[in-house]
Each structure stands twice: as C-alpha cells, then as structure tokens.
C-alpha cells in the first residue's frame, strides 16, 4: 500500500508527541502541526481506517504495528538528515525543516550513503 507524504507527517508527529507527552490527542496534532481541527480529524478517521492507528473512547490515539513502523523509519531518516544538515553548519531550526521536506523522496540508496557519510564523520569527530 502506497501511504502519502502527509499521512507519513501526522504518524511522524503522532510518534514525536507520544516520546514527549506520553499520550496524543488529535487536539495536540492541531497544535504541533498547525493545520485545522477538520483537516486532523479527517485525517486521524483515514489512518484508522486504514489500520495506521487506534482511537480509545477518551481520543487517546495508538500507533498500531504497521504506523509505528512507518513512523519511526520517517523520523528516522528525519533525525539523520537534520544531523547531516547541522554539519554542514546549518543552525537546528533550519536543519529539521528542510530535514522534514527531504525526508520522504530520497531513494533507499541515497539515505543508505548519507547514513554511511555521516556515521564516518561522525566517527571522525570524535577522534579528532
């Protein structure tokens, strides 16, 4: 099943708000991500759907298996990115947001490079 960048974004921002609060709520979506009360709801209706997530009857949203996999190889390579960009000597605010545009269109191969790349700078840095 092909799953569209935006519902990568709000699996990714249901998985970081869930490391930072604890628990997610579609309101706390709304706030992180800045889009309509609407545009979420339909949203989490959709994922569910499509067995992405969970909703108790608080609002109280669950990663399932197969969400939870996607959201962690997006933030994943999220993380990568941003940390590849601040080497370069980008400022982390701008890091994160061109992490977050990149993040979904490199192929397989080029994130296996960047990750490689960064690792052995990485690995430099500490011994220099």
Request: net charge negative; hydrophobic share 40%.
């Amino acid at each position: 099943m092909v799953i569209h960048e935006s519902a990568e974004d709000y699996l990714e921002s249901i998985l970081v708000l869930q490391q930072r609060r604890g628990q997610v709520r579609s309101i706390d979506i709304v706030n992180e991500l800045g889009y309509s009360k609407p545009s979420v709801s339909i949203a989490m209706k959709k994922l569910r759907e499509n067995g992405y997530i969970s909703m108790d009857a608080d609002g109280i949203i669950t990663l399932n298996e197969s969400g939870m996999e996607i959201a962690s190889r997006v933030y994943g390579r999220h993380t990568t990115l941003a940390k590849l960009f601040i080497l370069l000597g980008v400022t982390p605010e701008v890091a994160s947001e061109d992490a977050c545009k990149v993040e979904h269109d490199l192929s397989e191969e080029t994130f296996g490079c960047i990750q490689a790349y960064l690792k052995k700078m990485l690995e430099e840095q500490k011994e220099g």
